[in-house]
Nanobody, 123 residues
């Protein structure tokens, strides 16, 4: 499975971005797919996950109500809609997948990773 992220960039506080994670090789229907992010000097953290067994899950109070994960099996793509962005959301965002129906918050449980994409929130 190969993953390619797109949609990042520079946005002003309060703005929105939609990240895409396009998969090739196998269907994401068989995978739990999670968006992680890592800010400079901080550990990588799970943001949201989508899987056949769990549906969609948000991880962390910081993104609840602002970030929405979704999946298109037909397009074999996972999306992360990010609204009302703040400077604290600035990070490199990664898409990761694991060959399992259930989500996990641990990056060690994922064996397929995208290259990462930068999101910068600044005025």
């Amino acid at each position: 499975l190969q993953l390619v992220e797109s949609g990042g960039g520079l946005v002003q506080p309060g703005g929105s971005l939609r990240l895409s994670c396009a998969a090739s090789g196998l269907s994401l229907d068989y995978y739990a797919t999670t968006w992680f992010r890592q800010a400079p000097g901080k550990e990588r953290e799970a943001v949201a996950c989508v899987s056949t067994a769990n549906g969609t899950l948000d991880f962390g109070a910081a993104v609840k109500g602002r970030f929405t994960i979704s999946r298109s099996i037909a397009e074999n793509t996972v999306y992360l809609q990010m609204n009302n962005l703040t400077p604290e959301d600035t990070a490199t965002y990664y898409c990761a997948a694991r060959w399992y129906y259930y989500c996990s918050v641990s990056s060690r449980d994922y064996d397929s990773w995208g290259q990462g994409i930068q999101v910068t929130v600044s005025s």
